[in-house]
């Protein structure tokens, strides 16, 4: 999809979570749960790369699921990971928060947590993940 892609499609998924907002408190809770793996790997990775004093704007491709793709041979078991993560554990989550039966940030916590042990695992923003890819 590329940056210009994903950009995109960032700014109508944030938009349309905060138009849900006024319907009830709690969708903004759910929409950044349910955007999770995304945010948990970016962030992870920005934060990393300016960290190390790297330019957050060049191309690069230190992200978790880049370099799970590279471990795992491909970027397909790395999709069916995902769709597991979001259907086994983030929509469970957010459906707890969307029925107000969990607070909104205790959501937001309880599902990022293992993202960012994930993230972490495999790298996202590890100078060591882009000079592998760069072999």
Partial sequence: MGDAGSGFLGIMLALLSV???GLRHSY???WLILLGVFIVD???TLCRRVL?????YEAHRSHAYQYASRVFWG?????????AINVFWLM???GLVALEKLDGILGVVAAYLPLFL?????????????????V
């Fill in 75 to 83: 970027h397909r078991p790395i999709t069916l990971a995902i769709c």
């Fill in 118 to 134: 994930l993230a972490y695992r495999y790298k996202a923003g590890d100078r060591q993940a882009q000079d592998i890819a760069q």
């Fill in 92 to 94: 469970p989550v957010a």
């Fill in 19 to 21: 138009q849900r907002r």
């Fill in 42 to 44: 970016a962030t992870m």
């Fill in 28 to 30: 903004l809770w759910v």
């Fill in 52 to 56: 190390r004093g790297e330019k957050f």
